[in-house]
């Protein structure tokens, strides 16, 4: 039944591929979690990956809208961890959105997320520069506030040209008025997702370029790879297929929507995760769901 509905809205290229990293408006998406289920539904992909920025507060709505259009909606998560200095980001899917231990964490996190934005406003103002934190606050809408915000606020109180502008010369890191986050670790990151009943994966590994961390990872238990990315070039996409065979890894792949202006960034659909590899990461989480 399905195959004949979806033969209506088929697009050449996307036929049994699903996209597993979308951001919605719960995070920094530009699109509300029904307006990307509808868009994934046009675009003639199988599945769709919500992926928020330490938050599920986009899930319950976009599986209803998956549900209305008969489109599987994998419930996830894009998890920011830390190694040293560095942001790891580890993607958690099939997880349970209801569970309470996650739920609290993640809530924790923004808190954490508020605190940082308020440091950094500090901090500016020592430069001589004045933002109002609730204005900040208010240009992240219903998602988590975070440095675009800051930096989108220090363009339209006029202090910078561009955002670009506003990383490369006051908030990026290392500059200026760049304030450190406290982040959890990957260890916690993965643990936190298997104890929600999801199976965790490294997302856009060559983004990071720390290919070492890949073993210390698989020994905390981590579960795939996010092979294919916007910002992978084809030999990194190979390259971590090899690294996922030979780690008995699930591999994965998504385009890290984020909506907003045509050609401004990647597009729904630009990376994607095969049919069968979609089958085994839902098979592997339903494994992790009975050994709870
Ligand atoms: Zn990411
Ligand atoms: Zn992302």
Same mark, same amino acid.
């Given at each position: 039944?399905?195959?004949?509905?979806?033969?209506?809205?088929?697009?050449?290229?996307?036929?049994?591929?699903?996209?597993?990293?979308?951001?919605?408006?719960?995070?920094?998406?530009?699109?509300? %979690?029904?307006? !990307?289920?509808?868009?994934?539904?046009?675009?003639?992909?199988?599945?769709?990956?919500?992926?928020?920025?330490?938050?599920?507060?986009?899930?319950?709505? @976009?599986?209803?809208?998956?549900?209305?259009?008969?489109?599987? !909606?994998? %419930?996830?998560?894009?998890?920011?961890?830390? !190694?040293?200095?560095?942001?790891?980001?580890?993607?958690?899917?099939?997880?349970?959105?209801?569970?309470?231990?996650?739920?609290?964490?993640?809530?924790?996190?923004?808190?954490?997320?508020?605190?940082?934005?308020?440091?950094?406003?500090?901090?500016?103002?020592?430069?001589?520069?004045?933002?109002?934190?609730?204005?900040?606050?208010?240009?992240?809408?219903?998602?988590?506030? @975070?440095?675009?915000?800051?930096?989108?606020?220090?363009?339209?109180?006029?202090?910078? @040209?561009?955002?670009?502008?506003?990383?490369?010369?006051?908030?990026?890191?290392?500059?200026?008025?760049?304030?450190?986050?406290?982040?959890?670790?990957?260890?916690?990151?993965?643990?936190?997702?298997?104890?929600?009943?999801?199976?965790?994966?490294?997302?856009?590994?060559?983004?990071?370029?720390?290919?070492?961390?890949?073993?210390?990872?698989?020994?905390?238990?981590?579960?795939?790879?996010?092979?294919?990315?916007?910002?992978?070039?084809?030999?990194?996409?190979?390259?971590?297929?090899?690294?996922?065979?030979?780690?008995?890894?699930?591999?994965?792949?998504?385009?890290?929507?984020?909506?907003?202006?045509?050609?401004?960034?990647?597009?729904?659909?630009?990376?994607?995760?095969?049919?069968?590899?979609?089958?085994?990461?839902?098979?592997?989480?339903?494994?992790?769901?009975?050994?709870?």
């Amino acid at each position: 039944m399905r195959r004949i509905i979806r033969s209506t809205r088929l697009q050449i290229g996307l036929r049994d591929q699903a996209d597993l990293h979308v951001h919605t408006t719960s995070s920094d998406g530009a699109h509300s %979690p029904q307006e !990307v289920v509808g868009m994934a539904y046009e675009s003639g992909l199988i599945a769709l990956g919500i992926t928020d920025h330490d938050t599920i507060h986009g899930i319950a709505d @976009g599986l209803q809208a998956g549900h209305d259009l008969s489109i599987e !909606v994998v %419930p996830g998560v894009e998890i920011s961890a830390g !190694v040293g200095p560095h942001e790891v980001h580890i993607l958690g899917y099939y997880i349970d959105s209801t569970f309470g231990e996650l739920v609290e964490k993640l809530e924790r996190f923004q808190n954490v997320r508020l605190d940082r934005i308020k440091r950094m406003i500090l901090q500016l103002k020592t430069l001589g520069i004045e933002l109002d934190f609730d204005y900040v606050l208010s240009l992240a809408g219903e998602g988590a506030v @975070g440095r675009p915000h800051v930096a989108r606020a220090l363009v339209e109180y006029g202090y910078v @040209g561009t955002m670009n502008e506003a990383f490369d010369t006051l908030i990026g890191d290392k500059k200026p008025g760049y304030v450190p986050r406290m982040r959890i670790s990957p260890e916690e990151a993965i643990d936190l997702i298997h104890r929600s009943g999801g199976v965790a994966c490294w997302a856009h590994p060559g983004l990071e370029s720390h290919d070492e961390w890949l073993e210390e990872f698989v020994s905390y238990g981590l579960d795939g790879l996010e092979i294919a990315h916007p910002e992978h070039s084809a030999r990194d996409t190979a390259k971590y297929r090899a690294l996922a065979d030979r780690f008995n890894l699930l591999v994965t792949g998504g385009s890290d929507f984020h909506g907003g202006e045509i050609g401004a960034g990647p597009y729904l659909g630009q990376c994607t995760t095969d049919y069968e590899d979609l089958d085994r990461l839902r098979d592997a989480a339903t494994v992790m769901r009975s050994t709870k």
